[in-house]
Every structure is written in C-alpha cells, then in structure tokens.
C-alpha cells in the first residue's frame, strides 16, 4: 500500500453536519485515484450521518456497511447534545478515500462533490485547491481589453502583436504554470492588499483564475472594441512579461481572424454574455454561435459545415403560424387578430390581455402558450396578489426544512420565473418557446415584484447581477410572458408607465370583437338557444362603464343550462358585481339588469 502523503501546500478541510452532529476532518493525498483526481483521506474521531439515503450510489453504500461491520464506524457517543437516539457514527482510525466525492458520500450518506462540500476553517472549497478539474475539450472566452487603466490594448497590441493579455501589475513571478485558486488568493491578498477592495480581489482571483489556469490551447477567445467582437484562436500557454505599468504583463499568444463582427449583427445568446461585466467571462455556453461567425469549426468538413448550418436554421427560435384549427377551437372567426397576437409576441416578447371579468382572458392565454409552445411542459403559470414580492417571484431566502434533520434553515431558493429562465435556457432548449402566464398581474406591487428584472424585460440581450445570488443574470429570448390584467380590479391608466411600455397591451371587450359575438358562436356549435347571448348584448348596453361589462363565459358553463341555471347563474354571478358597481348609488340593480326587465327589451 502506497504511503498516505499530504498533498503539500493544502490545509486540512471540513464538513460541519447539522443538529450538532460535530464535524468530519480529512485532507487530500499526493496518490490520484482511479477517476485521475488526488486521493482523500478521511481522518479518525470524525462524525459521518448514520442512515444512508436512498440516491446513495451502490459502491459508497457497500463501503458504509463494511466500515460499519469491520469498527471503522462505531456509535457515537452519548452527550447532552445528543441524549437520546444517536443520527450519527464516528470514525475509529483514517480511512482512506478514492476521491473528495467518495469521502463526502461516506459523511453525508449520499453522494455530493467533494470540491465543494469539503471546506477550510475560512470557508473556502477544496476546488480552490486543485491545479486542474475536468473542462470540457473546448471552450470559449471573453477577455476585455478596451479600457485598462484607460489604455486601449485591443488596437495598441492585441490585434497587431497576436496576444491577450490581462494585468497583473501587483502579482510576484509565478513559479506555478496552471496555479491553483488558493494559490492565486494568497498572491492576491499580499501583493493587493491596499490597491483593491475585498470585492476587487475576489473579482481578480477568479479571473487570474481563469486566465492561467482553466484557459488552454486550442480554447476560442473573443475580445470587444468600438462596438466590433474579434475573434481568434489561443495558440500558447500563459506567460509573465514585464510590460509597462504591468497593464499586459500575463499573456497568451493568439492568432487573431482579419474580420471582425458589428455588435447588432451578433446572435442574441452571444450579445447577452457580452453583457457580463468582468475582465474575463466564460463564453463556452455560445461557442456553437462564436464557431458560426467563425466559419465552421476546425477540422470539419465544408459539406458538414454546411449540414451544422442548415440544422441551426431549422432549430431557430420561432412561434407556429396561426391555423384555421385553432381559431375554430377559439372560436375566433377572425384569423388576422390572433396573427396579430403572434406577430405582438414576436416582437415585444410580452403582453397583457386586458378586460373585464369574464372575458376567458386567462383561458385565452393558456391556449395561446401551450399552442405557440407546443404543450404544457413548456407553460407555467402564477397568480398574483398583494402580498405577492420578487423572493416569491424571481429568488429570495426561503424556511427549507431538512428531511434527515428536521431542522428548518433559510435557503436561497429559485421562483417561478428564475426556475423557467434555467430551463429555457439550457442547451437544446434554446429554440424551444416557453411561456410564463402571470394572471391578474395588476394586483401585485409591480414595482416590487419585478425589481431590477424591469430592465431585462426591455433589453433581452443584457444582463444584470441580481440582488441575492449576485449572478450575472439574463432573460432569455425564447421566454415570453403573457398578463392577464382584470379592468373592474383598477383600470389599466393605474399601471404603472415603466410596466405599460415593456408591455403589448391587447383588450378583450365585450363590445368588441373576438369576444362580442364570441357566446352567439358558443351557442351556435352546441346546439343551444340563442337567447343568452341576446340577453347578455342587452345586459352591457345598459352598463355604462365598459370596464365593468359582463363577459360570455358566466354563461358558457354546463350548470347555466340546466333547469333553472340561467337564472341562478344571473341571481348569484353576475347581478352581484353590479351590485358592487354601483354600491352607494341607490340603483335598484334586480330591476335594471334582472332577466325580466331585460327580456322586456328584447324583440
């Protein structure tokens, strides 16, 4: 058995567990494992969970069992905090570990990272520690250059002498080629301590971090100046020169492209990672469209080139046209209105039906998204109301009680609308429609509600750094929002300016078509009496404030043609809310909209 060796320059890390469980202790070991990363050792006296989870993997559960068979696990002992039954074992000698991830999976009794679950006394994630990690075999990167202590290095060297660069003006000579986080950190806080606040050195450690150490040959990398992205490719490992003032004294050699590419002819998903505002971004999320400005990517074929380019036409984001189907479905006799809420979509990306009660404005919308999304899977609706804010909307720190524990901590946890950005966003969804309906979306504090995303409603291709994760945060393109905005709660001059001009607004009326005329068609295809819809034309002309006329679908319900519906749907839907109305006017409601003195009207 190889002798179990520290890996030198690393700490000893921890894993605290909950409900004073105490904690586990271990430290990496120079030995790489069978999955090519460092060995781990699992010290003795640390506590691991007893009860092993259902997801546990089958290697890390046989292993459990052993350890527990053989004394390596052994109860823990009693304390005051812990008098009764015991959750947890502790160990009796050092265990080694194929891996951080197997040792975790030993603690925790299901399987986690190691990189991240194991920490120092300070905090910081083994992952600071490891030289390289996995990565896929290419990426992408953002490297600006256009304003650095206000030089513009991009046309005074990049371009011509075939390098990026990023400053470093404060760093000691770097004995390392691929440094590790930790290592950065350390250099970082000497060599920056009065020159930078905490916030810059962190920004500058993970950004060193990426520039040195993720980075590789072959790795596309992009620049922006003057409005234009270059492109090129890295063609060497990072050096440290002296430069003047330090601005470009870490370097890659690059071969740069001739051409460059104006900013509004970029595709939406790279103009959106342009947004990000750091030194160094991450740009592999849209290498796919980075190697379409390229040309095609390397080593492929000008027929499969052109093969790649035909699958990217047809996957481009789109909605459905407008069927005859779906109208008769609707029952919308006119097919230009509802081209025209597609084109609305297209266009501004969200919209809000409007109208009174009863005008199937929620019903509408729900068809509408799952006909332009192709199914339910891609819809997801909210509801608002008053107490409704951003953390329940967007993200916010929410009670999460664990499961194993049944202890309650305050977790940052994802709403509606994050959760359906996250999946729109994924790779292979990117052409994929996905529709957030909010109903009654004028009953919340709009303002509240939405925060900081009011900007990302309007500019789809920027992002913002939001309030609680402080993640660099965009809306994607294929993600439409639909409203539906109730006109008897507060009319829509009540809006807010800021939410009407991010906004299409579309009225459904009674007076109006589709929705005038809309019950006559109901009726009609069923097969019943026309004279509701009569009754119901009669009903709004008496009404004098259109936002607070009836609608059809009171009266397109089952229980409305029963025997006696019709005037029990009347007596206890409709005459309330004019009765609400017109409340403090002294207007005897029953007898000016009752189905007697209506049908008195009719010829």
Not at 27 to 55: D, I, Q
Not at 85 to 112: E, H
Request: negative net charge.
């Amino acid at each position: 058995m190889p002798q179990l060796d520290r890996l030198p320059g690393t700490p000893e890390f921890r894993i605290k567990l909950p409900k004073d469980g105490g904690e586990a202790r271990g430290h990496l070991l120079t030995e790489f494992g069978g999955n090519g990363t460092h060995r781990f050792l699992l010290l003795e006296g640390s506590s691991v969970v007893a009860e092993a989870w259902p997801g546990l993997g089958d290697h890390a559960r046989r292993r459990r069992a052993e350890l527990r068979a053989d004394g390596g696990f052994a109860d823990a002992p009693a304390g005051p905090a812990r008098p009764e039954a015991q959750p947890y074992w502790v160990t009796t000698r050092d265990i080694a570990c194929n891996s951080s991830s197997a040792a975790a999976a030993l603690v925790y009794g299901y399987d986690a990272s190691g990189p991240e679950s194991w920490r120092t006394a300070e905090g910081h994630p083994l992952a600071d520690y490891l030289s390289t990690s996995w990565r896929p075999p290419r990426k992408a990167w953002l490297v600006r250059g256009s304003n650095v202590s206000g030089h513009n290095l991009v046309r005074q060297l990049w371009l011509e002498e075939r390098f990026v660069s990023l400053a470093g003006a404060h760093l000691p000579p770097l004995e390392e080629t691929e440094p590790t986080k930790s290592a950065l950190r350390r250099f970082v806080e000497e060599g920056y301590e009065r020159a930078a606040s905490y916030n810059q050195k962190q920004g500058l450690v993970d950004e060193l971090h990426a520039f040195l150490t993720q980075m590789r040959v072959g790795d596309t990398v992009a620049t922006f100046d003057d409005d234009r992205l270059y492109l090129g490719r890295i063609t060497g490992d990072a050096v440290q020169n002296a430069s003047p003032g330090g601005l470009s004294n870490l370097r890659r050699a690059v071969t740069w492209r001739a051409d460059s590419h104006p900013y509004e002819e970029l595709p939406g998903e790279v103009q959106q990672k342009l947004s990000v505002q750091h030194d160094v971004v991450d740009l592999t999320g849209v290498l796919d469209a980075l190697d379409g400005l390229l040309g095609q990517v390397e080593g492929t074929a000008p027929e499969e080139a052109g093969d790649t380019a035909e699958r990217s036409a047809q996957r481009e984001l789109t909605l459905p046209d407008v069927s005859s189907e779906l109208a008769a479905d609707l029952l919308a006799h006119d097919l230009a209105w509802l081209q025209e809420i597609r084109e609305l979509l297209i266009d501004e990306r969200q919209l809000v039906l409007y109208g009174p009660p009863g005008t199937g404005k929620t019903y509408l919308a729900m068809k509408l998204a799952e006909y332009f999304g192709g199914g339910p899977e891609q819809v997801k609706i909210v509801q608002f109301h008053p107490s409704y804010a951003y953390e329940d909307f967007f993200e916010g720190f929410r009670p999460v009680e664990d499961p194993e524990t049944r202890e309650v901590a305050f977790r940052l946890t994802a709403g509606p609308l994050r959760e359906l950005a996250d999946l729109a966003s994924r790779e292979g969804n990117r052409h994929v429609p996905h529709f957030l309906i909010i109903d009654e979306i004028n009953r919340a504090n709009l303002a509240k509600v939405f925060g900081e995303l009011y900007f990302l409603l309007e500019y789809r291709d920027r992002s913002v750094r939001l309030t609680y994760s402080g993640d660099d945060f965009w809306l994607p393109r294929n993600l439409f929002v639909i409203g539906t905005m109730n006109t008897a709660d507060r009319s829509i001059a009540l809006v807010d300016a800021a939410m009407r001009r991010r906004f299409a607004f579309v009225e459904l009326s009674p007076r109006t078509e589709p929705t005038a005329g809309l019950l006559a068609r109901w009726l009609k295809r069923e097969g019943r009496d026309p004279e509701p819809a009569r009754l119901l034309d009669a009903l709004n002309a008496r009404i004098d404030d259109a936002d607070f006329a009836i609608g059809p679908s009171y009266l397109m319900k089952p229980g409305v043609y029963r025997d006696g519906g019709l005037e029990r749907t009347w007596r206890t839907k409709i005459l309330p809310l004019l009765e609400e109305h017109h409340y403090g006017e002294g207007v005897d409601v029953a007898a000016r909209y009752g189905l007697d003195s209506l049908r008195e009207q009719l010829p």
